[in-house]
């Protein structure tokens, strides 16, 4: 078979001649039909994920949709850091996997199952996430931060402040349920904007969420309010200097989500609902489709990178 090899760190993967999968007792071979290229799949290719494991060479791709030998086309994830799924077959565990709704795109759910699942584990997962509740999510323009703000919604929210740099698509977000936007490089507005939030969903961390947070702190009118501060991603820095006083005088609280903080049955229990969601329009994905051929392209951005999530396709 063939599939998108690393021999290299940091190198783009090439599409080549791979030794066919061996399923262990628990799994099955899958035909593959559709995987994302998304940025958790990249930091695997490159060795930087706090879960790479450092073995080469390795096939990247942490999820798909593909034909189980019942016929069944599903959504599943692999737990393998080297055994991706950027291939025509790879063996996959059919516990960790779900069926697709009749009619669902499989493109749409190869590319917005992972963005969407990092804001619903979150708030399904890692605090008590209350109907009603008003959230600011950081890093709105990104494809999981816009998925966020589509994902509170759904799950409930009253009220939700998106925020980013990309003033563009920063103000396309109202259309996907967004109530108030404001450019992440004006703190004070952000501050002033979410200055009555209940929930932050992070995806910048870095310098940019310790400004916001010392923002927010200062000017919400009840301090001692709780305030779940959920950093899911890093894309403005690995850390940020947080003073000891923002969490001494507020009811600031700060928690992880991702592997690791979220067990992997967590992650399962809540595939249904994502798939679903993502199947029945109710959160929107871009997607543009690539034959997994040329993955070579699509990871150097020459093809498909103008609309959406990449999906490589079979």
């Not at 737990?79 to 749409?108: F, I, K, Q, W, Y």
């Not at 804001?119 to 494809?143: C, E, K, M, N, Q």
């Not at 939030?197 to 301090?223: F, H, K, N, S």
């Amino acid at each position: 078979m063939h599939a998108a090899v690393v021999t290299e760190f940091g190198r783009t993967p090439v599409w080549q001649e791979f030794t066919e999968p061996v399923p262990t007792a628990d799994e099955v071979v899958v035909d593959v039909v559709a995987a994302g290229l998304h940025p958790r799949v990249r930091s695997q290719a490159d060795g930087s994920h706090y879960t790479s494991e450092g073995a080469l060479p390795l096939v990247p791709g942490v999820d798909a949709v593909g034909r189980f030998p019942d016929g069944t086309l599903r959504y599943f994830a692999v737990a393998s850091d080297t055994r991706g799924t950027m291939a025509e077959r790879v063996a996959v565990d059919p516990r960790a996997s779900v069926v697709l709704p009749e009619g669902a795109d499989p493109v749409a759910v190869a590319a917005g199952a992972n963005p969407v699942m990092s804001s619903w584990v979150a708030l399904r997962r890692r605090i008590d996430f209350a109907p009603g509740s008003r959230v600011l999510v950081l890093g709105a323009t990104g494809a999981s931060g816009s998925a966020a703000v589509q994902v509170a919604k759904h799950l409930g929210a009253e009220h939700v402040v998106a925020s980013g740099r990309d003033v563009t698509r920063l103000g396309a977000l109202p259309a996907l349920g967004a109530d108030v936007v404001a450019p992440l490089d004006d703190v004070d507005a952000v501050g002033a904007a979410a200055a009555d939030v209940d929930v932050v969903i992070d995806y910048v961390w870095g310098q940019p969420a310790a400004d916001v947070m010392r923002a927010l702190v200062t000017a919400r009118q009840e301090r001692g309010r709780r305030l779940d501060w959920v950093a899911i991603g890093s894309t403005a820095g690995q850390e940020a200097r947080i003073p000891s006083a923002a969490l001494r005088a507020s009811g600031l609280t700060i928690v992880g989500s991702g592997q690791g903080s979220v067990g992997r049955a967590a992650f399962v229990a809540e595939l249904p609902g994502i798939v679903a969601a993502i199947a029945d329009g109710t959160i929107r994905v871009d997607a543009t489709a690539v034959r997994m051929a040329e993955v070579e392209a699509a990871w150097a951005g020459q093809v498909g990178a103008s609309a959406g999530r990449v999906v490589l396709e079979a």
